[in-house]
Protein backbone atom coordinates (compact mmCIF):
# COMPACT_ATOMS: atom_id res chain seq x y z
CA UNK A 1 0.00 0.00 0.00
CA UNK A 2 0.95 3.50 -0.24
CA UNK A 3 0.65 6.26 2.25
CA UNK A 4 0.30 9.83 0.75
CA UNK A 5 -0.03 12.67 2.37
CA UNK A 6 -1.35 15.91 0.69
CA UNK A 7 -1.18 19.10 1.95
CA UNK A 8 -2.75 22.07 2.63
CA UNK A 9 -6.02 20.08 3.70
CA UNK A 10 -8.38 23.29 3.23
CA UNK A 11 -7.61 26.92 2.23
CA UNK A 12 -9.70 29.69 1.62
CA UNK A 13 -8.23 32.08 -0.87
CA UNK A 14 -9.22 35.43 -2.66
CA UNK A 15 -10.68 35.10 -6.23
CA UNK A 16 -7.39 35.87 -8.86
CA UNK A 17 -4.95 34.67 -6.81
CA UNK A 18 -3.28 31.02 -7.29
CA UNK A 19 -2.96 27.95 -4.80
CA UNK A 20 -0.30 25.30 -4.92
CA UNK A 21 -1.56 21.76 -3.50
CA UNK A 22 1.23 19.01 -3.04
CA UNK A 23 1.03 15.43 -2.44
CA UNK A 24 3.99 13.18 -1.04
CA UNK A 25 3.83 9.43 -1.57
CA UNK A 26 5.60 7.36 1.46
CA UNK A 27 7.24 5.16 -1.88
CA UNK A 28 8.21 5.56 -5.70
CA UNK A 29 5.20 5.18 -7.74
CA UNK A 30 4.88 5.42 -11.53
CA UNK A 31 1.96 7.07 -11.83
CA UNK A 32 0.28 10.28 -9.90
CA UNK A 33 -3.24 11.71 -10.82
CA UNK A 34 -5.02 14.88 -9.34
CA UNK A 35 -9.00 14.61 -9.29
CA UNK A 36 -11.33 17.52 -8.55
CA UNK A 37 -14.66 16.68 -6.64
CA UNK A 38 -17.06 19.94 -6.77
CA UNK A 39 -19.72 19.98 -4.03
CA UNK A 40 -22.30 17.36 -4.19
CA UNK A 41 -20.58 15.65 -6.71
CA UNK A 42 -18.16 12.90 -8.10
CA UNK A 43 -14.73 12.72 -8.91
CA UNK A 44 -13.51 13.93 -12.14
CA UNK A 45 -9.95 13.15 -13.04
CA UNK A 46 -7.89 16.64 -14.20
CA UNK A 47 -4.65 15.11 -15.20
CA UNK A 48 -2.06 12.19 -14.70
CA UNK A 49 1.68 13.06 -13.99
CA UNK A 50 4.65 10.94 -14.98
CA UNK A 51 7.83 11.82 -13.73
CA UNK A 52 9.94 13.32 -16.68
CA UNK A 53 7.05 14.65 -19.02
CA UNK A 54 4.18 17.20 -18.68
CA UNK A 55 1.33 15.82 -17.79
CA UNK A 56 -1.85 14.65 -19.60
CA UNK A 57 -4.56 16.61 -19.09
CA UNK A 58 -8.49 15.52 -19.73
CA UNK A 59 -11.01 17.14 -21.81
CA UNK A 60 -12.09 20.23 -19.88
CA UNK A 61 -8.75 21.32 -18.31
CA UNK A 62 -6.00 22.58 -19.30
CA UNK A 63 -2.14 23.53 -18.41
CA UNK A 64 -2.53 27.19 -17.96
CA UNK A 65 -5.40 26.78 -15.66
CA UNK A 66 -3.84 23.43 -13.60
CA UNK A 67 -0.57 23.08 -14.19
CA UNK A 68 1.25 20.18 -12.82
CA UNK A 69 4.88 19.39 -11.27
CA UNK A 70 6.40 15.95 -10.68
CA UNK A 71 9.85 15.88 -10.13
CA UNK A 72 10.61 12.62 -8.70
CA UNK A 73 8.62 9.33 -8.06
CA UNK A 74 7.45 10.43 -4.87
CA UNK A 75 6.42 13.80 -5.12
CA UNK A 76 3.80 15.91 -7.07
CA UNK A 77 1.84 19.47 -7.17
CA UNK A 78 -1.45 20.70 -8.57
CA UNK A 79 -1.55 24.50 -8.78
CA UNK A 80 -5.08 26.14 -9.29
CA UNK A 81 -3.97 29.48 -11.06
CA UNK A 82 -5.95 32.57 -11.51
CA UNK A 83 -9.15 31.15 -9.02
CA UNK A 84 -12.81 32.10 -9.24
CA UNK A 85 -15.51 30.78 -7.02
CA UNK A 86 -16.51 27.98 -9.22
CA UNK A 87 -13.14 26.60 -8.17
CA UNK A 88 -13.89 25.83 -5.24
CA UNK A 89 -13.65 22.27 -4.42
CA UNK A 90 -12.14 19.54 -2.99
CA UNK A 91 -9.23 18.47 -4.85
CA UNK A 92 -7.79 14.47 -4.70
CA UNK A 93 -4.12 13.08 -6.12
CA UNK A 94 -4.10 9.49 -6.01
CA UNK A 95 -1.30 6.63 -6.95
CA UNK A 96 -1.98 3.59 -9.18
CA UNK A 97 -0.05 1.10 -10.87
CA UNK A 98 -1.91 -0.54 -14.15
CA UNK A 99 1.22 -2.81 -14.43
CA UNK A 100 0.78 -4.48 -11.14
CA UNK A 101 -2.98 -4.01 -11.46
CA UNK A 102 -3.35 -2.72 -7.53
CA UNK A 103 -5.96 -0.16 -6.32
CA UNK A 104 -5.75 3.74 -6.69
CA UNK A 105 -4.88 5.68 -3.20
CA UNK A 106 -5.94 8.90 -2.15
CA UNK A 107 -4.53 11.79 -0.34
CA UNK A 108 -7.04 13.18 2.27
CA UNK A 109 -7.65 16.10 -0.02
CA UNK A 110 -7.52 19.71 0.03
CA UNK A 111 -10.76 21.42 0.52
CA UNK A 112 -10.16 24.73 -1.87
CA UNK A 113 -12.82 27.86 -1.18
CA UNK A 114 -13.01 30.81 -3.39
CA UNK A 115 -14.17 34.34 -2.22
CA UNK B 1 -15.09 3.92 -23.20
CA UNK B 2 -16.56 2.92 -19.43
CA UNK B 3 -19.06 4.05 -17.38
CA UNK B 4 -20.17 3.88 -13.42
CA UNK B 5 -23.81 4.30 -12.91
CA UNK B 6 -25.52 3.79 -8.83
CA UNK B 7 -29.00 3.51 -9.07
CA UNK B 8 -29.78 5.32 -5.96
CA UNK B 9 -28.24 8.73 -4.89
CA UNK B 10 -29.39 8.29 -0.77
CA UNK B 11 -29.99 4.82 0.74
CA UNK B 12 -31.56 4.80 3.90
CA UNK B 13 -31.56 2.35 6.57
CA UNK B 14 -32.01 1.58 10.41
CA UNK B 15 -29.01 0.03 12.41
CA UNK B 16 -29.04 -3.49 11.95
CA UNK B 17 -30.56 -3.75 8.67
CA UNK B 18 -29.44 -5.00 5.54
CA UNK B 19 -27.84 -2.85 3.15
CA UNK B 20 -27.83 -3.01 -1.00
CA UNK B 21 -26.03 -0.07 -2.70
CA UNK B 22 -26.37 -0.56 -6.23
CA UNK B 23 -24.00 -0.26 -9.15
CA UNK B 24 -23.86 -1.20 -12.57
CA UNK B 25 -21.07 -0.86 -14.96
CA UNK B 26 -20.24 -0.30 -18.66
CA UNK B 27 -16.77 -1.42 -20.38
CA UNK B 28 -15.67 -2.61 -23.55
CA UNK B 29 -13.08 -5.16 -21.55
CA UNK B 30 -12.97 -7.29 -18.72
CA UNK B 31 -12.86 -4.50 -16.03
CA UNK B 32 -11.38 -3.99 -12.63
CA UNK B 33 -14.23 -2.74 -10.18
CA UNK B 34 -13.52 -0.96 -6.58
CA UNK B 35 -15.65 0.10 -3.78
CA UNK B 36 -14.50 2.79 -2.10
CA UNK B 37 -15.88 4.76 1.27
CA UNK B 38 -15.65 8.52 1.96
CA UNK B 39 -16.28 10.25 5.43
CA UNK B 40 -17.23 13.58 5.73
CA UNK B 41 -14.08 15.50 5.54
CA UNK B 42 -12.17 12.87 5.11
CA UNK B 43 -10.19 10.94 2.32
CA UNK B 44 -11.39 7.72 -0.11
CA UNK B 45 -10.78 4.47 1.76
CA UNK B 46 -10.49 1.33 -0.40
CA UNK B 47 -13.31 -1.09 0.45
CA UNK B 48 -13.39 -3.67 -1.79
CA UNK B 49 -11.98 -4.54 -5.26
CA UNK B 50 -12.59 -7.57 -7.76
CA UNK B 51 -9.62 -8.37 -10.04
CA UNK B 52 -11.13 -11.52 -12.25
CA UNK B 53 -10.22 -13.55 -9.27
CA UNK B 54 -13.56 -14.79 -7.26
CA UNK B 55 -16.79 -12.90 -8.05
CA UNK B 56 -17.50 -12.95 -4.43
CA UNK B 57 -15.50 -10.00 -3.05
CA UNK B 58 -15.32 -9.62 0.87
CA UNK B 59 -14.29 -6.12 2.14
CA UNK B 60 -13.31 -4.75 5.25
CA UNK B 61 -16.04 -3.45 7.79
CA UNK B 62 -18.74 -6.94 7.18
CA UNK B 63 -18.64 -5.72 3.52
CA UNK B 64 -18.74 -7.67 0.20
CA UNK B 65 -19.70 -7.48 -3.49
CA UNK B 66 -20.69 -9.63 -6.23
CA UNK B 67 -19.31 -9.33 -9.97
CA UNK B 68 -22.23 -10.11 -11.77
CA UNK B 69 -21.16 -10.63 -15.52
CA UNK B 70 -24.37 -11.32 -17.36
CA UNK B 71 -26.32 -8.24 -15.58
CA UNK B 72 -23.01 -5.99 -15.60
CA UNK B 73 -23.42 -5.29 -11.60
CA UNK B 74 -21.51 -5.41 -8.72
CA UNK B 75 -23.39 -4.21 -6.02
CA UNK B 76 -22.39 -3.73 -2.38
CA UNK B 77 -23.97 -5.17 0.48
CA UNK B 78 -24.04 -5.48 4.20
CA UNK B 79 -25.73 -7.85 6.45
CA UNK B 80 -26.33 -5.12 9.01
CA UNK B 81 -25.49 -1.61 9.34
CA UNK B 82 -23.72 0.43 11.80
CA UNK B 83 -24.46 3.91 12.74
CA UNK B 84 -20.14 4.47 11.66
CA UNK B 85 -21.38 3.20 8.20
CA UNK B 86 -23.03 6.88 6.89
CA UNK B 87 -20.74 8.30 4.37
CA UNK B 88 -20.81 8.41 1.18
CA UNK B 89 -19.88 5.47 -1.15
CA UNK B 90 -18.33 5.08 -4.65
CA UNK B 91 -18.20 2.45 -7.13
CA UNK B 92 -15.25 2.68 -9.43
CA UNK B 93 -13.99 0.78 -12.55
CA UNK B 94 -10.81 0.58 -14.36
CA UNK B 95 -10.00 -1.28 -17.71
CA UNK B 96 -7.84 -3.40 -17.22
CA UNK B 97 -4.12 -3.06 -17.75
CA UNK B 98 -4.72 1.20 -17.17
CA UNK B 99 -4.36 3.35 -14.34
CA UNK B 100 -7.31 5.96 -15.16
CA UNK B 101 -10.58 5.50 -13.18
CA UNK B 102 -13.94 6.14 -13.90
CA UNK B 103 -15.78 7.02 -10.66
CA UNK B 104 -19.68 6.88 -10.10
CA UNK B 105 -21.94 9.78 -8.82
CA UNK B 106 -21.58 8.46 -5.61
CA UNK B 107 -24.88 7.38 -3.07
CA UNK B 108 -25.32 8.50 0.39
CA UNK B 109 -25.67 5.80 2.98
CA UNK B 110 -27.60 7.38 5.68
CA UNK B 111 -27.86 5.58 8.78
CA UNK B 112 -30.65 5.83 11.55
CA UNK B 113 -30.77 4.19 15.12
Known amino acids: SAVISQKPSRDICQRGTSLTIQCQVD?????MFWYRQQPGQSLTLIAT?????????ESGFVIDKFPISRPNLTFSTLTVSNMSPEDSSIYLC????????????FGQGTRLTVV | AQSVTQLDSHVSVSEGTPVLLRCNYS??????LFWYVQHPNKGLQLLLK??????LVKGINGFEAEFKKSETSFHLTKPSAHMSDAAEYFC???????????FGKGTMLLVSP
Open chain 2, 92 to 102: VVRKRGYSTLT
Open chain 1, 27 to 31: SQVTM
Open chain 1, 94 to 105: STGDSQMNTEAF
Open chain 2, 50 to 55: YTSAAT
Open chain 2, 27 to 32: SSYSPS
Open chain 1, 49 to 57: ANQGSEATY
